[in-house]
């Protein structure tokens, strides 16, 4: 069925045509959330009311059009509500990722003139109150949790509502009239600024409208889909197509726990859809060898047999003609495997859909062959941010799929991809040259190198500011590198340098589990990582590693040296960004004095290209 009014102009004719649609109809619901261990459902008409209650609120406190109002929060109910409330009332939403430090997000108030925040609970809250004195525009907070005891000019949301529904009661005219137009500002995005401060990408109701509209036709989402939702709403990429496309359908949200209880949350939310990123793939493809490795004997080879089984069944259909005999194998091979993988995931999975960071051709390769469809696409915070998707009926792994409906694309003579449509944000807030950097010509320059497939669909080579330019002058992209090293299954993480050296070097993160057990096998005796990794047999594993991906590649992409790294990348440490990049400045600093010691012992042995 597709979009329930494809005919929206702007977000609050969305919100509004669905909740008309599903009027009256107690047993559908648009969010569930988990409340003492099982989902409950959040029906339309309730999302409804209160969403009007708390923009009543919102208005009564003299929020305006165009006013900016940001938003602290986890994904939960209340950022559906505090989303629709903003919106609906003209104004522009400014979504922070809750693990900002206070600093960050007292700059972005500041940068934004945010007039209203509203927080999740007391820790962001807390975060909120240390900085305020310092945000002269900021006079309304507003915390979704219940305040257990008062906290000076700050409201929780029970409240909040309660008052705009008394509100609304005494004037019932209070939110007529107020209308958002097509070209007006949505929401404020902050990218995440992998380098310097973050700059505001300004999105129009237009530019998330055409993306959910253009999105609908490739990925066909009913009232009987549903989805589980753990990527950040504050990211443009879960807003547009995890929020905003699945509501403009009719499709159930069942908000994740926490990134840990995924699996489990999966198995009770029976989902058909789920938008993640490449990195929850890495770990479910090695819980699921760990699983069949650790059973060993039959099992182990019924599986291995399978996945074999499944990859020859995928390149024969691809070709367009599947022998008999291997379309029976491949039929008792789902009975014995698939299926009950299939079932872990809910039994009800029929896609999902990568984004956010590329995703490696031989982790799509083993989904595909035990039964699970990937569709990976392309976009950034600037584009609303589906650009490209691959096609569930034609998925090319290594690619990010043809463009949708609406965008046009071109490769620049230096390789960079460019991109026009109706989609592409209106520009950097408060930042001219930086928007006059990216737009010229109507045409975004996306900063990614790429290439385009005689099928018409994208293949990514590398960032444009991630080019390694090594002394000798050679141009080395080193996400392909990167890949080749992330195949193996003792590395959780890496990242390439060599920026103005002779050659390349690799920062490895082992994936310690495997190594333990590697330990274990060889009666290794290491407590910490930190023996682990000065091991010289665990060092060995590495050095083969290396040597073999070498045969790969060109001379001046070779590996010369490695540095195993005891702590991962992540947030909190400052080394990844809030959707899961690599911050290659940050790391490349950390590890400064380590990198040069590597150089200087090996610049002796080799001599500069």
Same mark, same amino acid.
């Given at each position: ?63 305006? *059009?165009?006013?900016?109002?940001? %938003? &602290? ?7 559906? &509500? ?17 693990? &900002?430090?206070?600093?960050?997000i007292e700059y972005i108030l500041n940068n934004c003139g945010a007039k209203g925040i509203i927080v999740s609970n007391m820790l962001q809250l807390g975060k909120v109150l240390s900085i305020w004195p310092k945000l002269p525009e900021l006079n309304m907070v507003i915390v979704m949790n219940k305040l257990e005891e008062p906290v000076d000019d700050v409201v929780d949301l029970a409240q909040a509502k309660i008052e705009g529904k008394k509100s609304l009661e005494a004037a019932p005219w209070l939110l007529d009239g107020i209308k958002a137009k097509p070209d007006d500002v949505a929401t404020l995005i902050y990218t995440s600024g992998t380098t310097g401060l973050p700059k505001g990408v300004m999105l129009t109701h237009r530019n998330l409208c055409e993306n959910v509209k253009s999105c609908s036709t490739v990925i066909r989402l009913d009232e009987t889909d549903s989805s589980l939702s753990f990527l950040p709403l504050s990211h443009a990429y879960e807003r547009t197509g995890g929020y905003y496309l699945l509501f403009a359908c009719g499709a159930r949200i069942y908000l994740a726990e926490s990134i840990e209880t995924i699996s489990l949350n999966i198995s009770e939310a029976r989902p058909t859809i789920i938008f993640t990123v490449p990195r929850l793939f890495d770990r479910m ?24 089984? =499944? ?15 291997? $379309? ?35 982790? =799509? ?19 609303? *941010? ?26 620049? *003579? ?12 209106? =520009? ?16 975004? /320059? ?20 991630? %080019? ?12 392909? +590198? ?36 590697? $330990? ?21 594993? /590495? ?5 073999? +991906? ?23 440490? =400052? ?17 400064? $004095? ?7 012992? &090996? ?7």
């Amino acid at each position: 069925m597709g979009l329930i009014n494809p005919d929206f102009q702007t977000l609050p004719e969305l919100f509004t045509s669905v909740f008309s649609h599903f009027r009256g109809q107690a047993d559908k619901a648009p969010v569930a959330r988990k409340i003492n261990g099982a989902y409950a459902p959040i029906s339309y008409d309730a999302l409804a009311e209160d969403y009007r209650h708390f923009a009543a609120y919102l208005k009564q406190r003299g929020i305006e *059009p165009g006013d900016r109002v940001a %938003i &602290l929060s986890e994904n939960r109910p209340g950022w559906y &509500l505090a989303d629709m409330a903003i919106l609906s009332l003209g104004a522009t939403d400014v979504p922070l990722y809750p693990s &900002l430090p206070p600093n960050q997000i007292e700059y972005i108030l500041n940068n934004c003139g945010a007039k209203g925040i509203i927080v999740s609970n007391m820790l962001q809250l807390g975060k909120v109150l240390s900085i305020w004195p310092k945000l002269p525009e900021l006079n309304m907070v507003i915390v979704m949790n219940k305040l257990e005891e008062p906290v000076d000019d700050v409201v929780d949301l029970a409240q909040a509502k309660i008052e705009g529904k008394k509100s609304l009661e005494a004037a019932p005219w209070l939110l007529d009239g107020i209308k958002a137009k097509p070209d007006d500002v949505a929401t404020l995005i902050y990218t995440s600024g992998t380098t310097g401060l973050p700059k505001g990408v300004m999105l129009t109701h237009r530019n998330l409208c055409e993306n959910v509209k253009s999105c609908s036709t490739v990925i066909r989402l009913d009232e009987t889909d549903s989805s589980l939702s753990f990527l950040p709403l504050s990211h443009a990429y879960e807003r547009t197509g995890g929020y905003y496309l699945l509501f403009a359908c009719g499709a159930r949200i069942y908000l994740a726990e926490s990134i840990e209880t995924i699996s489990l949350n999966i198995s009770e939310a029976r989902p058909t859809i789920i938008f993640t990123v490449p990195r929850l793939f890495d770990r479910m493809k090695a819980s699921i060898l760990k699983s069949v490795t650790s059973e060993g004997g039959m099992k182990e080879k019924i599986f291995f047999w399978a996945v074999s089984t =499944g990859d020859k069944y995928h390149k024969q259909l691809a070709a367009g003609k599947v022998s008999p005999i291997l $379309a029976a194998q491949h039929n008792l091979a789902d009975k014995l495997v698939y299926s009950k993988i299939r079932k872990k995931f809910g039994g009800r999975l029929r896609y999902f859909v990568s984004g956010g960071a590329a995703l490696p051709q031989k982790t =799509g390769e083993f989904f595909q062959s035990i039964g699970i469809t990937i569709l990976e696409g392309f976009g950034l915070t600037e584009t609303s *941010p589906v650009t490209h998707v691959n096609r569930p009926e034609k998925v090319k792994f290594g690619t990010v799929g043809p463009p949708v409906s609406n965008v046009e694309v071109r490769i620049a *003579p230096d390789g960079e991809i460019m991109l026009k449509g109706p989609n592409i944000m209106k =520009g950097y807030w408060k930042d001219e040259d930086a928007t006059a950097e990216v737009i010229k010509d109507d045409w975004f /320059y996306t900063g990614d190198i790429g290439l385009i497939d005689a099928d018409g669909y994208l293949k990514i080579t590398d960032r444009k500011k991630h %080019i390694i330019v090594t002394s000798g002058g050679k141009n080395i992209a080193p996400l392909p +590198i990167e890949n080749l090293i992330l195949d193996s299954p003792y590395v959780d993480q890496t990242m390439i340098v060599g920026e103005k050296r002779p050659f390349l070097i690799a920062l490895i993160v082992p994936d310690f589990v495997k190594l333990r057990d590697f $330990a274990a096998e060889h009666q290794i005796k290491a407590a910490s990582p930190k023996e682990l990794i000065a091991n010289k047999e665990v060092v060995q594993i /590495y050095e083969k590693l290396l040597k073999s +991906i070498s045969r790969q590649l060109a001379t001046h992409e070779k590996v010369r040296k490695f540095l195993l790294v005891e702590q991962p990348f992540s947030i909190e440490n =400052g080394m990844m960004t809030p959707t899961l990049k690599l911050k290659r400045k940050e790391i490349t600093s950390k590890f400064s $004095a380590e990198i040069d010691n590597l150089y200087n012992a &090996l610049n002796m042995v080799y001599n500069t290209e």
